[in-house]
């Protein structure tokens, strides 16, 4: 089963991403510096229905916090954390900060 959703305005430097505007951040270049995991933190530190702003902070503090996740090790209890966390309309940003 595939499932889809539309993502709110994500906007650097104070405009959209936009094609026309050739300000777009590419997964390809993100991940030949960063961890795709990391990558995946990036983005789901934002809830998926509100506009935010694509910044040079967000993989540095991505990287840090999958560190600190990984440190943590399994049985930490933070798998039930995001599924409840996940089941309150996706609020991603609500445990993936921790």
């Not at 777009?24 to 229905?49: E, N, Q």
Request: proline share 3%.
């Amino acid at each position: 089963m595939r499932h889809w959703m539309h993502q709110a305005m994500v906007r650097m430097d104070g405009e959209k991403m936009s094609k026309s505007l050739g300000n777009l951040v590419f997964v390809s270049d993100l991940a030949m510096l960063w961890d795709p995991r990391a990558i995946r933190l990036a983005c789901i530190v934002h809830h998926y229905r509100r506009a935010w702003e694509w910044s040079g902070d967000l993989m540095p503090q991505a990287s840090e916090r999958l560190r600190r996740w990984v440190a943590a090790g399994v049985g930490s209890g933070a798998l039930e954390s995001v599924r409840d966390a996940l089941d309150d309309d996706l609020d991603t940003p609500g445990r993936s900060q921790q």
